[in-house]
Every structure is written in C-alpha cells, then in structure tokens.
C-alpha cells in the first residue's frame, strides 16, 4: 500500500476536498463523528484551556476568551485563509493538513510525499518554498496554527497520545515523506494551552503580496512580556520558511532582558536568520523575516 | 437517507464520500446560480450559507450538510430583492456577473450581520475588504462593490423601487442569468480531455476499448494529427464523453497510452540557444497559434525565433549609430535598460466551456465566446455546414479578456464528441486547464534605448522584444511604440521565441502593456535627467489631440502638484506618485448590422452580439432609448444568438464603435416608418411624442449597417497609422480585409497618476489611489464605462505586482494552476479610483463613441512603477513587482 492509499480522516475537509478533486489523493477516506469530547473549549480551573480538535478556525478567531488569554492564537486565526474556509475548517485539520506544495498539489508529479524518489522543487521552481533548509522536502510546512500553539507550549492530544509537543507531532523536518508524525489511525482530539504569563501580549504578523488570503511567505506569531520597557519574556515562532514551524531562538536570546529600543530590536531581527539555508531562490524569505520580526518587536516593545 | 433544507425545501443529499455540496446544489437541484470556478476555496464563487454561515460549498462534502439548513443565491432574494442585490444593481456591482451569486450571498449574511450589531452605520472600506477577501472578481467590479455594501448596510436598500444602469443586473444578482455551464439538455453527456502530459513526444499506441468498456461511457476520440506529434504539456491527445463527469475521469484514466518522448525546450532563454530543440519544423510552422488581434505580417523564421518584425521602424540604422554615438561620448541622457514583463493568464471565472447538440442536421452550440456570429462561420466552415444549420448561442459570457475570441478546442470538442456519441455534450474546462492552457498574455524581454536631442526633442527610440510565446507566433509589442511620440529615428523589432510551452492569445491590448512598462518609464527617466516635469515632457513630445487634453488635466491633479521628490522620502513606508499614458487603436467591424423594431408598442433592438461584461447590451438599450426619449430598461435587446443580423467580435474594443452607429441608422429608419404610418400625430407640446406614436404603432422593423466614418475630423485627428505611410496604408488594408476590421482615425487615450505606499521592511506595495484619464469620445452607458474604466485599473494592478504563471522550466508543467498559485487582485487591493472622460475627439463616428476596454489597461503597470520609483529610488524592471523582487531590490541583491 502506497502512503496515499492508508485511510484519511476527514474533519471538515476544506483541504482533503481539493486534492481529491484533483485526483492527488485517493484512497479511503473515513469521516470524523464530531463527538462532544473533540468538539469546544474547556477552561480549566488553573488557568489553562483545552480546544477540541473538531472546532472550527472561525470559532477561535471569534472567541473572546481566547483574544483575551493567547491573543497570538486568536490572531493567528484570524489571519489565515478565508472567511468561507474559517467557517469549516477545524482546528486538528489545519495541525494535520498536507502540504501546499505546487509539485506536491499536481498529480502528475512524483514527489517524496507521494512515493517519489527525490524532491523536484529542490532543482526546480522553489519561489515559495523554505529558507531553512532542513530535510529533503523544501516545501514549507503549511500550519499557521502549529506556529501560533509552537508559541504557546502547547500539547497535543490524540487517542492513543498526550503531552506531544509541537515538534513531537510535526518532527524536525528530516522526514520528507511525510508533513506530520501521527501513526496511521491516530486522530488528533485537541489541544492543552498553559496558563498564560501574567502581562503578556502577543502579535502575528505575515509577508505576503496582496492584502489577504495568500499563503504566507513568511509569518510570526510573538509573544511577550515587556515591563518598564524591557523584554521580561519574549517567545517567536515562525512559519512559511522550514518544513516546520520554528521558534527563532537566537532573536528570542537577544531580546530576553533587554530594552525594547531599535538598536536591540535590529540586532534581534537580523540574529531571526540564525540558522538559515535558503535555497536558490528563496534568500529573499530572509529580508522578509527580518522585517517581519522587526515589526512584531516593535508592537511588542511601545 | 440523510436529508437538508435548502432555500426552505427539503432535499435528500447523496451518501457518495466524494460528493460535494457544490455537486448536489447545481446538478442534483438544478440551482446553478451557485458557480464552481477555482475548486479550492479560494474565489468564493461557490459560497453558500449553511446554517447562516458562509462557507465554500465546492469543498465542503455534501454529507455534512445533513441536518442543516443551506441558502443559495436563489434563496436570498427569493420572494423579493435583497437590499445587497438591489444595491449591486444600482452601483453596477458587477460585469460579467459570474462571481457576483457568492459576492451576493457572503455580503448578505454580512449585511445580516451589521444591521443586528451596528445597526445603519456605515462599514469602512477595510471592513467590506476583509470581510469579502475570500471573493475574486476578474472583471474587477469591486469598487462598485464596495459601494454597493457600504449603501446596503447604511440602509439605503431597505425598501423603494430601483433602476439598474445595467439591463441584464436582475438576473445576475439573483443567479437566474444562465451561462453555458449552466446549460442541460435532455441525456446530455459530460466530455473531458486526455492531455499531454509531456512537453514533447510523438503518441504511439491509443487504446480506447478499456475506456469504452467502463458503463456510461458514450464516446471517445482521438484529437491527436496526422504526425502524432504533441508540443506542449497539456496539448489534448483525446477526448471522452460519459454520462458524468467522475466516469469521464475514470474513462480518460483507463485508455491506454504509449509515447516517445522528443527533445524539449522551455521558456525565453533556453529556446534562443544555439541549439536548442526546435519546436516548429518548417512542415509545421501552420500549427502555431496567434497572440494578437488581427493576423499576422511575414517574418524571417529561424529555428524557434521568428523575427525580427520591423517594418514600422524608422531610419534604423542611424538611430543606431546615434544610440552608439551617444554611448561613447557618455551622454548622460541617454536611457538605456532591458525590462521583464511575467506571463499574464487571462483567469475568466467562467471557463471555457462549449455544449454541443445536434438534432437532425441541426447543430445548436452553446458557447462562452467573445464572437457568436464569427464562431457560427468557423463552425460552418470547420464542418462543412450551412451557416443556416449552424445556431451559436451566449445569453450571458464570464469574462473572455481575448482568450475566448477563435474556435477553441472546447468547441470542436464538443462538437466532435457530440456527433461521436450521438448525444448532446458538455465541455467545460477545469481551473488547471483554464490557467494553463487556454492562452495568456506572453512573458516578455524589452531592450529599449532611448536619445533625447540637445534641444529637448525625442531623437531616437529603440525598442527590440522578445516574447516568450510558447507554440505561437505574432507577437507585437515594439511594434507599438511607432504610433506614440514621434522621433527623428525608430529601430522597431519584435521576435517571438518559440518553446514547447502552451500557445499564448490576445489579451486586452495585446502587446501594449509590455510596450508601456518599459517606454513609460525610459521617458520618466529621461525626464528626471533632463530635470524636466514628467508629464511636461510628455506634452512636449506626444503630439496626439485626446492626450494632450488629458496631460492637461493631470497636471491639475492635488495628487500630482504635491507630490514630493524622491530625496524627501524616508523611513519604513514611502509614499510615491507616477504617471503615464497609454493609447489603444480605434478599431470598428464593417458590416456590423443592428435591427430595431416596434412590435405591440414595444421597442425591439437585436444583433448577433455578445455581452462579454463589457456591457454591450446596455449600450444597445441606453442607444435606443435615448432616441426615443424612454427608458433603457423599456426596451428589449436580443443578442447572444447567431441566427440574428451579424454583429461585432468582443476584441479589439470594437464593439460601441461597431453597433452603436448601425443603431442610429436603424433608429432613423424606424422612426419615419413610424411617423409614416401614424394615423395620429402626437399632440402638439407633448413631453413624450414617442411614447405615444410607438403606443399607437402598427409593428414595424429597421435595420442599419454600420457606415464609413466621416472624413470630417477635428484639427489633428488622423488615422495613427498615417505616421507610418504607405506601410500604414497597407497594414490598415490588410486588418480590414484579412481580420475584417477597420483601424479608424483618432487615438482612444489613457493617462494615469497612481499613488503608492510602499512597504520597505517587507516588499510591499499597495496602491492608494488611481487618477484614470481617458479619452474614447462620448460615453455610451456612463456607469458601465465607470466600472470598465476601474476594472482595467485593477487588472492592471494585478499585471504591476501580483500576477505571474510560473512553470517548471524542465517538465514544461504549469505550475500556477490553481486561483491559490496564480494571484489575481482581491477587493482588499482596490485602491481608491478617479475616472475622468474626456468625450471630445471622436465626433467624425456616427454617435462619437469608441471602445475603452482595452486603453485603459494599457498604462497601470508603468504608472505602478514610476510612482514605486518616486517612493523609493528603485526602478522595477521587472513585472510582477512582487515582494521578492522588491525586497531583494531594496536591499541592492540580485533577486532569484
């Protein structure tokens, strides 16, 4: 059996729809009940929040206690694909989408996350693809809302599993065959959220070309807190330039204990390419991160 | 069975996985307001609201709609109009009208949603923007959309009659008007295409017996020519029809299929090397497609570049020894620069798609076309049949921007599987194939060199092309820089470069945007280093009447006055301002005819037209009515059918010019028949004698031609091509009898100022304002020519900085498939937008009204540039101007 041919859950199917018209994915399909258990948010007596994996992306972006406690997971909500799709789309779909790799997305073309042997962006048109180059697959990892929950230490839990991390559930990026590392049938049931810090604030922000509903070039969730300006706790997480989302923990180190002043904010924004390996033509994700860092750092900072 | 309540009936939903709810509401239910363009969420044509939610109904499967309650656009202005539908209606919300159901129904539940929170405030244009940047429209309606919300919300709507400036406005924004797609006729069978998957190859063996062993399966054939040969990927091998769409699929997946695989080339720079593979063996040079309005002159042909094409060059040899002279001696004013132009999809939301049905000997072809009458003759010719047997039909058209003006292979398709299966077909394009296969405005290289002389004259011009055609020839884009700003000298020379990449087509002005990004802004630098005003020195040089006047109100603009200098700006966002002009041919058909009739007191105008969006039914209706002193929408216009008088083409802006003088001869005609039978003449001071005497009129009819101009022309008015002499005679000869259009005298005209903000820490650029001066004579339906004149603008934004097909340079494969990939303009990048028309300078045509759809286009992309410029000292050279290009800029780097 081909990995396309194992059976896929199907939450709301805002991304599985699309490759199956397409003909990229074929095999048996199994629709998620939505259970009470996988469906809403619980807060907990201490401070921290459950959220089903059945809620819809719209439900968090809408949600006030959200905006309030993890303001960066309610923007980061807010700011991805459409309106249309925010209405259906779940929060463990958008964790466990597949890639939005052009190559990836056209059937007729072998790729490592369809049984191929290589990765035909590497060599071949990789305008949006990663500038962290970590693993043979140079497509980004797709989940705005992995790289918001990255920010926020937040775990997963499945049927079979608790407590994964982030990196847990999405690995580092050196499996190019896949875009998670859930087993097959594990289905993810939602999502833990820790007590927020006391005075943190948060922004995301993403690069793209027009005004809305683009796949992000490049995007960071941040948060903070900043007292008598000075950076006490500072966290940044990045998407759209790894096959996984990042924290950026050079530019976190630079900022940690430090006055929320330009100097301090360039010097950060520039250590956020720590690390990097763009690809021939993708440096230009690097000049964008830069920028995007340094504008979160300046929200943060006044 | 699972069941759902859908506009207030209850519907069984089917228990197939793979169903959406797309499929169930237009095929099962027959709601086909509902529209499927992009397939993956991303236009918002499809949006429904499901338990009063907006959510893209080509993703969600049908089986999560059980139990709930769904509402289409059918279902929103059911028993009467919708404020948002009748405020769409009035601020001309729309053109072509295909995305307008899914604007309709997401600003509706919006509407809902603001009148119980906010009450009768009014939204700000950010609000509407966000709240609809799941919608795209191509026509480029948004700035009447966002209008047309805002008024709705502030309760402008909520009750009173109302009068659309657009005549088929009702049936758009309800979902009623039917498109082909929409068409079913009685055991209509679906048609699908086997297409090439490699760039270059000869197909062996073609086995149809496994796919016509498959139930439902009515035919398949063989699309492949003698020599077997395929060119590019996509290139159609063969052809299925089945009783639906998924066993057509499942039929083109089972012919066997053998191929051999030939040498390939990609792109502009691969296929001009030495040895590059070539493309179109001299046998074969017939098989390549044309990307420009009329038909092509001869050319030398070598290899895969066909070129150059330099016959409206002028003294070129010396302008190349002044060029080189000025080279030598250092001549700071001499500009010199080569510009990139991207690949540009003309991305209709209605794809192409043709349904073909034969009865008897009859063969009746629904089309989505920009020509009923001329596809009716290609038909008829094409299969040997008698025009009278031969019926084209287009009630309404989603868009066609010049890729829907031939006889497209969705039609002989249809056709061809129609009479194979012996059973009305379909075919419709799917989004992959609607941007990668049906045309494009080619990607182009533009050297250009131009010498001012010393006494601040325009010396010289050299412009030399290079336009990465695919398997198609005819490109002219230097070509067009004879007939602006006039020189002592022109070196002029198009090439097409030929690779095995799909065949590009005439897109809206074909050739003339890449001609102005890079001669636009040679004279913006040539004005900065001559320290001389932009638009001074384009008054200086531009010696056209309708321009002249449009320089001069530009140079009024507070926008333009106020703008800074480059050294002024500073910081994170800067702001900028550019200019530039843009002109268009004025192009009509001969013998374009248009009847009008009374028949029972009612005024009938008819011509085998089509409305495109562009609006030429209105146009017809506004024509008549004001004649006759009524009201547009009280008289009738039937076009979009072949069986009437012969009318225009949608391409080449010619149709206001073709049918609006045959109308007013027609109209004449009418009229004294009229008072001719009138046994009573109307009473004397009546304030509607016309209304009265077509009351009381017996049924008449008239007709009219469309007549020559008169060679009466205001003071400078000449035909463009009279700076080009005997060439230009003959050029001229040769459109009239080769593509049956006549180039007339006088230059439709566009001038732009465009404010910009750019981004520097990210890339960028968002247009804050647009100034669209544009001179095409009277205006024929004002509101519709507003909305053409904003729609161009903003399809020329998504030229400047969004849009690029993008390819894998080995496989030949398009990447840019999908509406996710390939970027077109959303509302949120509307910018605010200023149409200022000129109506002098066409009074030598019957009516004084030319086209404007494609001069108003032609300017955006260099006026973009300039004004990103003026913000930031970079000179784009390359189209789009996206973040990565301008990014990479800003910080001195070569971008990828």
């Not at chain 2, 859908?6 to 793979?18: H, M, Q, S, T």
């Amino acid at each position: 059996m081909t990995p396309a041919m194992t059976t896929e859950f199907r939450a709301a199917g805002t991304d599985l729809s699309e490759r199956r018209r397409s003909g990229v994915s074929k095999g048996p399909l199994m629709d998620i009940v939505p259970a009470s258990d996988i469906s809403g948010m619980n807060w907990g007596a201490d401070g921290t929040l459950r959220i089903g994996a059945y809620t819809t992306i719209a439900a968090i972006a809408a949600d006030r206690g959200i905006a309030a406690a993890y303001p960066g997971i309610a923007a980061s909500a807010q700011g991805l694909a459409t309106p249309q799709i925010r209405h259906l789309a779940t929060l463990g779909g958008n964790i466990a989408q597949r890639s939005r790799c052009w190559y990836f997305r056209n059937p007729h073309i072998a790729c490592l996350k369809k049984g191929g042997t290589d990765c035909p962006a590497r060599d071949g048109n990789h305008l949006y693809h990663v500038a962290f180059d970590l693993g043979p697959c140079v497509a980004p990892h797709p989940s705005t809302m992995a790289a918001a929950l990255l920010a926020y230490d937040a775990t997963i839990i499945t049927y079979t599993r608790s407590g994964l991390s982030i990196p847990d559930v999405l690995g580092d990026g050196s499996n190019g065959t896949v875009d998670n590392l859930l087993q097959p049938g594990e289905m993810i049931r939602g999502i833990e959220l820790p007590k927020p810090l006391e005075g943190e604030r948060a922004f995301y922000k993403r690069a793209i070309s027009r005004a809305y509903a683009e796949w992000p070039l490049v995007e960071i969730c941040a948060r903070a807190v900043v007292k008598d300006g000075v950076f006490q706790f500072i966290r940044l997480t990045a998407g759209g330039i790894a096959p996984v989302p990042l924290r950026l923990k050079a530019a976190e180190g630079a900022m940690q204990g430090k006055a929320a002043n330009a100097l301090n904010i360039e010097v950060a924004a520039k250590l956020a390419m720590s690390g990097a390996k763009p690809l021939p033509m993708t440096g230009y994700k690097l000049d964008l991160l830069e920028g995007v860092v340094r504008d979160v750092l300046e929200k943060l900072g006044t | 069975m699972s069941t759902m309540t859908i506009n207030g009936r209850v519907a069984p939903l089917p228990d197939d996985l793979d169903a959406m709810l797309i499929d169930v509401v237009r095929s099962d239910l027959d709601l086909t307001g509902t529209k499927l363009v992009c397939g993956a969420g991303v236009c918002g044509a499809c949006t429904v609201l499901v338990d009063g939610a907006p959510v893209a109904s080509c993703l969600m499967p049908a089986r999560a709609a059980a139990g709930k309650t769904v509402t289409t656009v059918e279902g929103i202005g059911a028993e009467k109009l919708h404020p948002v539908q009748k405020a769409f209606m009035v601020h001309d919300a729309l053109q072509c009208g295909f995305c307008t159901p899914g604007f309709i129904v997401e600003a509706a539940a919006f509407h809902g949603h603001w009148r119980a929170t906010r009450g009768t405030a009014t939204p700000s244009r950010d609000e509407i923007g966000a709240v609809l940047s799941g919608h795209l429209c191509r026509c480029g309606a948004y700035d009447g959309i966002f209008s047309a919300v805002a008024a709705a919300c502030s309760g402008q709507f909520d009750g009173g009659d109302i009068v659309s400036p657009r005549v088929e406005a009702r049936d758009k924004v309800t979902g009623a008007a039917k498109y082909t797609v929409d068409i079913k006729h009685e055991g209509q069978l679906e048609g699908v295409i086997l297409r090439s998957e490699i760039a270059h190859g000869k197909i062996g063996e073609l086995d149809f017996a496994p796919a016509l062993a498959l139930p439902g399966v009515g035919a398949a054939i063989s699309l492949l020519a003698e020599d077997r040969i395929v060119r590019f990927v996509g290139q159609p091998i063969a052809a299925v029809a089945a009783r639906d769409r998924k066993t057509a699929l499942a039929a083109i997946a089972a012919i066997r299929i053998t191929s051999e695989r030939l040498p390939s080339v990609i792109g502009l720079d691969e296929a001009r090397k030495p040895n590059a593979p070539v493309v179109f063996e001299k046998a074969d040079r017939k098989k390549a497609g044309n990307v420009s309005e009329g038909g092509g002159s001869p050319a030398p042909w070598k290899a895969n570049i066909r070129g150059p094409s330099a016959a409206f060059s002028l003294k070129p040899k010396l302008v190349r020894s002044w060029v080189e002279g000025a080279r030598q001696e250092k001549n700071p004013l001499l500009v010199e620069g080569v510009f990139r132009t991207g690949t540009q999809s003309h991305t209709c939301l209605e794809p192409h798609a043709t349904v073909a049905h034969f009865e008897g000997d009859r063969l009746t072809v629904h089309a989505s076309t920009q020509s009923v009458f001329h596809l009716m003759e290609l038909i008829a010719k094409r299969y040997k049949l008698d025009h009278d047997k031969v019926r084209v039909i287009a009630d309404h058209v989603g868009g066609g921007f010049g890729s829907k003006a031939s006889l497209g292979a969705e039609t002989t398709i249809a056709i061809d599987l129609a009479r194979a299966a012996n059973a009305p077909v379909r075919v419709a394009f799917d989004r992959h194939e609607e941007l990668s296969v049906t045309g494009y405005r080619p990607a182009s290289e533009v050297k250009i060199a131009l010498l001012p002389s010393e006494q601040g004259g325009l010396k010289a011009l050299s412009v030399t092309a290079y336009a990465d055609t695919g398997a198609a020839i005819n490109s002219t884009i230097a070509t067009l820089a004879r007939l602006i700003y006039p020189a002592e000298g022109k070196e002029l020379a198009d090439f097409d470069v030929i690779s095995n990449l799909p065949p590009g087509a005439a897109f809206r002005g074909p050739g003339g945007p890449p001609m102005a990004f890079a001669v636009e802004q040679a004279i913006d630098e040539a004005a900065l280093r001559m320290k001389v005003d932009p638009i001074e020195l384009r008054k200086r040089w531009d010696t056209d009447p309708n321009r002249r006047r449009l320089y001069e109100w530009a140079q009024g603009l507070d926008v333009w006055r106020n703008r800074k200098s480059r050294a002024e700006q500073t910081g994170r966002y800067r702001r900028g301002v550019g200019v530039a002009t843009g002109y268009w041919l004025y192009l009509w058909q001969p013998g374009s005819k248009v009847e009008v009739s009374v028949k029972g007191g009612r005024l009938i105008a008819s011509t085998a037209i089509q409305d495109i969006g562009t609006g030429s039914r209105t146009v017809i209706a506004n024509t008549v009515a004001r004649e006759f002193g009524l009201e547009p929408h009280e008289v009738e216009v039937h076009i979009g059918d072949s069986n009437l008088l012969v009318g225009p083409g949608s391409g080449g802006s010619r149709t206001t010019a073709s049918v609006v003088p045959p109308t007013l001869l027609a109209i004449q005609k009418l009229k004294a028949a009229i008072e001719k039978n009138a046994k009573r003449k109307p009473a004397p001071g009546s304030n509607a004698p016309w209304r009265e005497l077509l009351a009381a009129s017996p049924d008449l009819t008239a007709s009219g031609v469309r007549p020559e101009d008169s060679r009466q022309m205001a003071p400078g008015v000449e035909s463009p091509l009279k700076q080009v002499g005997i060439l230009g005679w003959i050029f001229g000869k040769m459109m009239r009898w080769m593509s049956n259009m006549v180039i007339g005298a006088g230059v439709p005209s566009s001038v732009q100022v465009i404010e910009v903000e750019v981004d520097t820490w990210l890339g960028h650029v968002r247009v804050l304002n647009v100034h669209t001066g544009i001179a095409v004579g009277k205006i024929a339906a004002p509101a519709l020519a507003r909305s053409q004149a904003a729609g161009s603008v903003i399809q020329g934004i998504g030229y400047a900085l969004y849009e690029a097909r993008e390819i894998d340079g080995r496989t030949g494969d398009t990447l840019s498939g999908g509406l996710e990939d390939y970027r077109i303009p959303g509302i949120a990048d509307t910018p605010v937008i200023d149409v200022h028309f000129d109506e002098a300078g066409f009074d030598h045509v019957l009516g004084g009204s030319v086209g404007i759809g494609e001069v108003a286009t032609v300017p955006t992309s260099p006026a973009v540039a300039n004004a990103i410029y003026n913000a930031t000292g970079i000179r784009p050279m390359e189209l789009p101007i996206r973040p990565d290009r301008l990014i990479s800029a800003l910080k001195g780097r070569a971008a990828a």
